[in-house]
């Protein structure tokens, strides 16, 4: 008997326009579960309004798309309550200390009593964060912000974590331990979407697809993609497939 | 052309920069790399006279209207057109003649945005902004050409094009000092001045800089392996000083290098079948992090 | 939904409870307004400047000297020398009353004329004065023109005093309601925008009903914690009588509360930014602190303005604060200001909460 495991993400001809401007067009693709899969583009891509769909944020013009088996206009409410996502911003209160922000983050999505306390400590000591659980958001530097939003975002261990950028103008070896902890949850089974788009970034992810002007152009392992095209960087093919489309 | 002696600058408690002494000749590009905080746009700041330093000396040899400064955020106005932003720098820098807005066209021209003039800065993208603001900041003549983080949030071909502009600066004479958070625009520079909570740990040419990289980078490959089994391969290595995981390889910093035939060896003494150990040239990467100390990573 | 309901009201006090701001806001604006409304802008004038000059020496003349400077309302410590010194001493603001006897005050007139009088200068750009001055003088005026003329008896109800704390605290219940509770909610919910926060819980579980609440419910709480104060301060600092009933008192502030909360919710949705929302909450306040009866009388106003104040929902919170603290009103006395109170924050709070859930996506 095989197990045919449902993929973490399923788009169909996923679309969504706003006026005369196409924002999404016809988008088709394939998430297995466990999986890091970068999407990249130049903002204004149409990256950020896919993951607002898929959160059920946006409701899609035509097309159908799952996310985690349950339909992303039907059951956006059971999506919402499974996904982690972090958005571009790190949404944190900043008046609020490290600690009760992940209580606050935590309570929402309903983990309570010794359990919260637990996974609090638990990600507090994980994101090295545990020293400076009492400072106010708003008093940590860019590092441990982005660092306590990642926390947040996982408090409910989801099965599914959405990134929007999260590395815009990080340093190099900052990023380098952003992507150990990556790798970290994709080995505990969840799967991750991340944005990007810094192309050296997306050699880390196991498959990336490529978005210009509302489409995946292209998809697939970064080796793959690079061999197809017989160029040394993913920066190359994505400079050479964005030309070619100029 | 540049020299800063013992440059210090802090803010209440926080100490922005610490003695950063630093020499630059003219037509010199040289690029800041540090993580957040580490002092980077304090340093341009100091440079462009926008902060009076705490101690240390700075003595620019241009005069101060020939400096131009490019701060990290779109200093523009967003509500103003294209062409309005052009003309509103122009004026406030006392340009007010037919040549001045024959130089505004033709940068409008040369950075690609002169189809755009009539269009709000608002409604450019991150890339096109950036472009903008350096034709403003070129509008007068420039000798020195500080620029904080232009290419961050930019997207790879916009990113090209910036820096073939900047190339060209360069090699007609101009001296520029610029700060980045991506390593291969850092290599491209001449030479590149490395900042960690306020202090200059290195500045030099890229090359001579991973030449003193004490240590040897492999990149361990096996197909169809997961990333844990990797790691768990990677600890094998007796002489292993750090690894981290990229993609589907593990890249391992060794403070020895392996023999050919150690190498060949790698599937068996790992347990790991097919795995593949490959000798790779270390990064600027690689000899940032080996730089920095333990604790300070990302803080 | 408790669960998820109780983290975004716990979250939202230990806000408020930490910004020092906004906790400045909630106690020390009411202080404030307590203050200027119930010691320092009173209507009821006192110690006005009096000039006096007396040059009869009858009976009726030394009466009246002597009503006029037992009479707190004045104070006749100026000396005054002649007529002229008079005019220029109220021209220069040193007095605010002047009062002239002549000679032949208080003597039988001679045949065919008519009997001397007193002679009253006011100074009648300062309004508030003036009008008391007078008030107080025409009792005593009376009283030394003869015992010919009745004096007329003026009984005054519900505040005998005619004390303006005794009407200004009252409305200033609803001054504070509105004005904290409006700009409070507006800012708590646009500082989310800007922070980010607010994308953040729009993709987690947290439903829209669940949001508006978790943001009505502590803001409703310091509303009638704010209320609470500002009756406590005016029953025991300010010795009004209160004469109504409490418990309906603050039934009925609460109903206010739905439409000032209504009011913040909709600021929320209009302004992007803090400085946007304060100015907004400015703007709507604003009319109503004059146009609600609070400070000006309401019959006082012309028909079309009179229009205006209809809509604001204070114009119908005043009477019911007044009634409460002085006439002793009871529910059905107020029902019809209560009902169009009822429906003004029903409608309001509905609407506001439609736009903000439209917003949201």
């Known amino acids: 008997m095989t197990l045919v495991q449902e993929p973490a993400i399923a788009l169909c001809d996923l679309s969504k326009r706003f006026d005369k401007f196409i924002a999404v067009d016809r988008v088709t693709l394939t998430i297995p579960k466990g999986v890091i899969f970068g999407l990249l583009g130049p903002n204004g891509a149409g990256k950020t309004t896919l993951i607002r769909m898929l959160l059920g944020v946006l409701t899609p013009d035509s097309g159908t798309g799952t996310v985690l088996g349950f339909d992303i206009v039907r059951r956006a409410a059971q999506i919402r309550k499974l996904a982690g996502y972090v958005s571009q911003r790190f949404s944190l209160y900043n008046d609020l200390t490290a600690e009760e922000n992940l209580v606050f983050y935590g309570g929402v999505y309903g983990l309570d009593g010794d359990a919260l306390v637990e996974r609090r400590d638990e990600l507090l000591e994980w994101t090295g964060l545990y020293s400076r659980r009492k400072e106010p958001a708003g008093h940590l530097s860019g590092g441990w912000r982005r660092r306590l939003a990642f926390a947040c975002a996982i408090v409910h261990r989801p099965p599914l974590l959405l990134l929007d950028e999260p590395t815009g103008g990080v340093d190099p070896i900052s990023r380098r331990r952003f992507w150990k902890f990556l790798y970290d949850l994709a080995a505990q089974g969840s799967s991750i979407l991340v944005t990007t788009h810094y192309m050296d970034e997306a050699e880390h992810c196991d498959l990336v697809g490529l978005m210009l002007g509302g489409k995946l152009v292209a998809q697939g392992r970064p080796a793959a993609l690079k061999a197809d095209l017989h160029l040394p960087t993913l920066e190359e093919v994505f400079v050479t497939l964005a030309s070619g489309r100029k | ?299 | 939904m408790g669960r998820r309901l109780r983290s975004l009201i716990r979250k939202e006090f230990i806000q408020i409870l930490r910004d020092r701001r906004t906790l400045a806001m909630m106690i020390v604006v009411p202080l404030i307004w307590l203050t200027v409304f119930g010691y320092a802008a009173t209507f009821d004038v006192r110690h006005i400047p009096l000039g006096l000059i007396n040059q009869s020496t009858s009976t009726p003349a030394t009466r009246l000297v002597a009503a006029v400077k037992d009479d707190p309302t004045f104070q006749t410590n100026e000396t005054v020398l002649s007529r002229d010194d008079l005019t220029a001493k109220l021209r220069e603001g040193r007095l605010g009353l002047g009062l002239i006897i002549p000679r032949e005050f208080g003597q039988n007139p001679g045949p065919g004329q008519e009997p001397a009088q007193v002679q009253v200068l006011v100074d009648g750009s300062d309004f508030f004065s003036a009008q008391a001055g007078l008030r107080a003088l025409s009792p005593a005026l009376q009283r030394a023109a003869g015992e010919r003329g009745a004096v007329s008896k003026v009984e005054i109800l519900y505040n005998p005093d005619l004390k303006s704390a005794n009407v200004m605290i009252p409305g200033l219940t609803g001054m504070v309601i509105l004005f904290i509770t409006t700009i409070m909610t507006a800012l708590g919910i646009v500082r989310e925008k800007e922070q980010g926060t607010l994308e953040q819980i729009i993709v987690s579980p947290i439903t829209p009903l669940e949001l508006i609440l978790g943001k009505l419910i502590p803001y409703t709480l310091i509303g009638l914690l704010d209320f609470a104060l500002v009756v406590s301060a005016g029953i025991f600092l300010f010795q009004i009588p209160f004469t109504g009933n409490l418990p309906v008192f603050a039934g009925l502030a609460a109903l206010f509360l739905l439409s000032t909360l209504g009011l913040g919710l909709l600021v929320s949705t209009l302004a992007q930014n803090q400085q946007q929302a304060i100015q907004m909450a400015i703007f709507m306040v604003f009319p109503q602190f004059l146009l609600s009866g609070f400070v000006f009388p309401l019959n006082a106003m012309p028909l079309a303005i009179r229009y205006v104040a209809y809509f604001f929902p204070l114009t119908y919170y005043m009477p019911i604060a007044r009634g409460m603290f002085l006439k002793s009103a009871t529910i059905d006395m107020l029902y019809e200001p209560a009902i169009l109170l009822a429906v003004y924050g029903i409608a309001m709070i509905t609407f506001a909460a439609a736009r903000f859930r439209k917003r949201l996506g």
């Not at chain 2, 802090?10 to 630059?24: C, H, P």
């Not at chain 2, 037919?98 to 608002?122: C, I, P, S, T």
């Not at chain 2, 509008?139 to 820096?163: C, N, Q």
């Not at chain 2, 090359?207 to 768990?232: D, N």
């Open chain 2, 1 to 299: 052309m540049l020299q800063v002696t013992e440059l210090t600058k802090s803010f209440g408690r926080l100490m922005a920069l610490y003695e950063v002494s630093l020499q630059v000749a003219r037509g010199e590009l040289v690029g800041l790399v540090g993580p957040d905080g580490a002092g980077k746009t304090t340093l341009l700041r100091l440079l462009a006279g926008a902060l009076e330093p705490t101690y240390g000396d700075i003595e620019v040899d241009v005069d101060r209207e020939r400096i131009g400064y490019l701060s990290a955020h779109f200093s523009l106005y967003p509500d103003l057109t294209v062409w309005e932003n052009v003309e509103f720098f122009a004026q406030i820098h006392g340009l007010h003649d037919q040549a001045a807005r024959r130089r505004g066209k033709h940068l409008l021209e040369w950075v690609g945005l002169a189809e755009f003039r009539n269009r709000l800065a608002a409604q450019l993208s991150g890339g096109m902004k950036q472009k903008l603001s350096l034709a403003c900041v070129l509008l007068h003549p420039t000798d020195l050409l500080l620029l904080d983080e232009p290419t961050t949030g930019v997207d790879p071909i916009s990113r090209r094009e910036f820096w073939e502009m900047i190339n060209a600066l360069v090699s007609e004479g101009t001296t520029v000092l610029l700060s980045t958070s991506y390593l291969e625009e850092a290599a491209r520079c001449h030479r590149v001045a490395f900042l960690h909570q306020g202090k200059l740990l290195a500045c030099d040419d890229p090359q001579r800089l991973i030449a003193q990289f004490p240590h040897t980078i492999m990149e361990l490959r096996a197909p169809g392996v997961s990333r844990a089994t990797l790691e768990e391969a990677a600890r094998r290595f007796p002489s292993l000083v750090s690894a981290y995981a990229f993609g589907d390889v593990m890249r391992l910093s060794l403070s020895q290098a392996l023999t050919d035939h150690q190498r060949q060896l790698a599937a068996y003494v790992t347990g790991v079948p097919g795995l593949e150990a490959r000798p790779i040239t270390p990064s600027l990467e690689d000899v940032f992090a080996w730089m920095l100390p333990a604790e300070g990573v990302g803080s």
